[in-house]
């Protein structure tokens, strides 16, 4: 696969899937890890997310996790529940490959000689950008970290995950994906996250407390997943983020971190609404066609504050004081439903010990 970027940036990619458990990144975290494994079931519970934008394309490849970005966490949840067993992985989980692959990583970060016994619950909505594998690995990587008495910190699995995102490929191997570090930030923490390259956390605020989340999906012809995302993030966005990419950040800097520190919503809405027509994020939304422009212009027009697409979408994300009743009202007209009833999840995510 080729990647251009610009008229002096042509990189080509030769995409070798591999089995689960191998090309794995442990990141200088391995050491003499002190294990107490626990008795009974770990449960870790994580939020999904809305990813608002990356910063800069060109600064991410499936071998580099990075070019930064925003996003927050919602009231929609993934979960992984983990046991020590004497050894293996049994995995309870329709994707089993990512599962079995991020598993064999942290078993080897921390020199884990046993097994656990997995079972995973996602939040059932995949490719249309609420980030269901982010929140699962991440679920994962905490339960097994709590099930063998917190060898690693909520950094070091983050970065963990970031160093080894994999997507499966339809003959059970894995391949590397693309990470921002936006996702696993966001379900770690909870509110609005900033993420600068290598993953870097550079800002974390509570978001939109006591408001609304309206999640519209609109149809689409166009894939958001596999090779067409590949080529959608690699060629067109990358040229286009070579364009905006210091105007973002000086959004990001200037305008977005001063509004979340006042609860401006509308501002923070204003800078988002901005952000759509810049730089990667008009490729992503382009991607769908004009229709999504479209769709998102009469909702702003119709007063709600903050409209924003999620990732490659097509999903759109609305944060309003507004009810159910009113936003359904508002787009039942473009021929809109509201798939996603929620709220910003602010607290991040939660572990629960379960003896036997």
């Not at 391949?175 to 609005?192: D, I």
């Not at 027009?301 to 999620?310: D, Q």
Request: proline content about 4%.
């Amino acid at each position: 696969m080729k990647i251009r970027g610009g008229d002096l940036d042509l990189v080509e990619y030769d995409f070798q899937p591999f089995l689960p458990g191998e090309c794995i990144h442990t990141l200088g975290f391995v050491k003499e890890h002190i294990l107490t494994p626990y008795s009974g079931m770990v449960k870790a519970t994580t939020p999904g997310r809305i990813h608002l934008t990356v910063l800069d394309m060109n600064r991410f490849a499936p071998n580099r996790p990075g070019g930064g970005g925003l996003g927050f966490a919602l009231q929609i949840y993934c979960s992984a529940e983990v046991m020590c067993i004497t050894s293996g992985l049994e995995i309870d989980y329709s994707r089993e490959p990512i599962i079995r692959h991020f598993a064999e990583v942290f078993k080897k970060t921390v020199h884990y000689e046993g097994g656990f016994k997995i079972v995973i619950k996602d939040h059932e909505k995949k490719h249309v950008g609420m980030g269901s594998t982010g929140s699962v690995l991440l679920a994962l990587g905490h339960a097994m970290n709590a099930a063998l008495g917190s060898p690693l910190d909520s950094e070091q699995i983050r970065l963990l995950l970031g160093h080894n995102y994999v997507e499966e490929t339809e003959d059970g191997r894995v391949t590397n994906g693309f990470e921002t570090g936006v996702g696993p930030a966001a379900a770690t923490y909870g509110g609005m996250v900033i993420t600068g390259d290598e993953l870097a956390l550079a800002y974390r605020h509570r978001f939109a407390e006591g408001k609304n989340v309206f999640v519209t999906i609109p149809p689409t012809v166009v894939s958001s997943a596999g090779r067409a995302e590949f080529d959608l993030l690699m060629n067109r966005a990358r040229n286009l983020d070579y364009q905006d990419r210091e105007l973002k950040a000086y959004f990001m800097l200037m305008d977005l971190i001063p509004a979340l520190e006042r609860g401006d919503m509308k501002k923070i809405g204003d800078i988002i609404w901005e952000i759509e027509f810049r730089g990667s994020k008009r490729a992503e939304v382009e991607h769908h066609g004009f229709e999504i422009y479209r769709y998102m212009s009469l909702l702003r027009e119709a007063g709600l504050e903050f409209v924003g697409m999620s990732s490659v979408g097509p999903s759109i994300a609305i944060v309003t004081d507004r009810s159910r009743e009113t936003v359904a009202k508002l787009i039942e007209p473009l021929g809109l439903d509201i798939a996603i009833e929620t709220k910003v999840d602010n607290e991040g995510l939660k572990i629960v010990y379960q003896r036997n």
